[in-house]
């Protein structure tokens, strides 16, 4: 039912943030299960604590994903996207979540002391702060790799071939 005075959102803009967070939550519950020995829980934790590891940073990567998208569409996307500013939208929410995940693991790791990384976690020093590459290749790899995957699975037409903004 169409409201007077307003007009509807498009269609696609839900199908297509649904297929993108589908792909999310598929893609970091598989990251995150992988780089579990990265992190001391791995030697330290038992399989539950593990388990509720994994499922807790899949969550969390969910609700930062679904934010850093809220937040680029809001600032850089249209009514008509995916169709007119699909690479805006993929390139904001893509340095939203990663911009986050350096102030987390930073936080975490650092200051909070939530979790700490193993002998295996490849890190990168700023200061006296270390910050896992893990954790920053997966917002390097995932949402990028999210958005192109959902781009594919939408009909024909819900996403422009040529300009992308």
């Known amino acids: 039912m ?9 269609s696609n803009i839900p199908r297509a943030a649904g297929i993108y967070l589908s792909v999310i939550v598929i893609g970091n519950l598989v990251w995150e299960t992988l780089q579990l020995p990265l992190y001391a829980i791995w030697q330290d934790g038992t399989v539950l ?6 499922t807790h940073c899949t969550v969390g990567d969910v609700l930062i994903a679904s934010t850093s998208l809220g937040l680029a569409l809001l600032t850089v996307g249209s009514r008509d996207w995916p169709v007119r500013y699909f690479a805006r939208v993929a390139l904001v929410a893509t340095v ?5 995940t350096v102030f987390s693991e930073w936080q975490n790791v650092n200051v909070l002391g939530s979790w700490s990384y193993s ?7 700023v200061g006296d702060a270390q910050i896992g590459v893990s954790p920053l ?29």
């Open 119 to 125: 002998q295996l976690m490849p890190i990168i020093a």
């Open 137 to 165: 290749l997966q917002w390097i790899v995932l949402p990028p790799a999210s958005f192109l995957l959902m781009r594919n699975y939408l009909p024909t037409g819900s996403c422009s071939n040529g300009r992308t903004g």
């Open 49 to 54: 604590q593990q388990a509720i590891a994994v």
């Open 2 to 10: 169409k409201r007077k005075g307003l007009d509807p959102i498009p």
């Open 96 to 100: 939203a979540g990663l911009g986050y």
